[in-house]
């Protein structure tokens, strides 16, 4: 019995060091290593959601959840949209371009990254809405100005508008996920503190939130 164990074990070993799945092994070790090495040196991969004032660069912490992996992988080749039309922490000095990666450590940086996922993000709730619940969304966006702090898609000569303090919404429908964004407006704070200021109070009802949602994932 224990001479089979290790003959199971030596095949295992093998597999995965020198044998045919090798090069997977090392892919995702690839991820990983870039991720811990270079990433982590302006992102958080984990702890608890701190203000952005006391951060370089958005939080990862949750990006499994956040990011369209297909939109990720191409920004992360050629970071060209401005996410923060400013800045991100408002520091001249580092307004710089974001750095760019080659297309196989892309790949692996986001496979990588799709392992990191909140519990609090329910999966799947989200769908797209029908027509009356995007002209509710609409309406409910504008009355909130949610416009006042995020570059928003409209017919001017730009193709948008709005005030650019915060993260732009060009490309929302295709960037980010639809039930992480779901949960982020139910409550921002959970995830950047002081980033709720615009919250009305009392709260809205879920339901408005579902259409201010499904609105914002047409963007794009
Ligand atoms: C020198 C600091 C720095 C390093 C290193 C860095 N980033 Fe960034 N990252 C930023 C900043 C600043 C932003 C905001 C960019 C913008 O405004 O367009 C950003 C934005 C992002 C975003 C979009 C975030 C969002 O929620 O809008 C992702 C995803 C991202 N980085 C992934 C990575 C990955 C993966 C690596 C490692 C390969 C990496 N970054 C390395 C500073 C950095
Ligand atoms: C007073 C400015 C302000 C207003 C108005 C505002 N937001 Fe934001 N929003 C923020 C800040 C700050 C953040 C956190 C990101 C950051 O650090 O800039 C944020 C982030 C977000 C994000 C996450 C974006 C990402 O890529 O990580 C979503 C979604 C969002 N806001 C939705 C809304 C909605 C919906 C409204 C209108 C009901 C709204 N915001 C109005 C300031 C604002």
């Given at each position: 019995m224990l001479k089979f164990?290790?003959?199971?074990?030596?095949?295992?070993?093998?597999?995965?060091?020198?044998?045919?799945?090798?090069?997977l092994v090392r892919a995702d070790n690839l991820g990983e290593r870039t991720v811990k090495s270079v990433c982590t040196t302006c992102h958080r991969i984990e702890g608890n959601p701190?203000?952005?004032?006391?951060?370089?660069?958005?939080?990862?912490?949750w990006a499994g959840n956040k990011y369209q992996p297909q939109w990720l992988e191409e920004w992360l080749?050629?970071?060209?949209?401005?996410?923060?039309?400013?800045g991100y922490d408002f520091h001249p000095k580092r307004k710089l371009p974001h750095l760019a990666l080659p297309a196989d450590t892309a790949t692996a940086v986001v496979k990588y990254l799709a392992l990191m996922k909140d519990p609090r993000i329910q999966e799947g709730i989200m769908k797209p809405g029908t027509s009356e619940q995007i002209q509710k969304g609409k309406k409910l966006y504008q009355e909130h100005a949610c416009t006042n702090c995020h570059w928003t898609p409209a017919n001017t000569r730009r193709g948008y508008t709005g005030g650019k303090s915060s993260t732009s919404f060009?490309?929302?429908?295709?960037?980010?996920?639809?039930?992480?964004?779901?949960?982020?407006?139910?409550?921002?704070?959970?995830?950047?503190?002081?980033?709720?200021?615009?919250?009305?109070?009392?709260?809205l009802p879920d339901s408005d939130i579902h259409a201010?949602?499904?609105?914002?994932?047409?963007?794009?």
């Open positions: 164990k290790l003959l199971i074990l030596g095949i295992v070993v093998w597999t995965l060091s020198i044998g045919p799945l090798k090069n701190i203000s952005r004032k006391n951060k370089k660069a958005p939080d990862l912490i080749q050629n970071p060209k949209q401005r996410l923060y039309p400013v060009l490309e929302m429908g295709t960037r980010l996920k639809a039930d992480w964004v779901y949960r982020f407006n139910l409550n921002p704070n959970d995830f950047v503190p002081e980033s709720g200021a615009y919250i009305p109070k009392p709260p201010i949602t499904v609105y914002m994932m047409t963007f794009g």
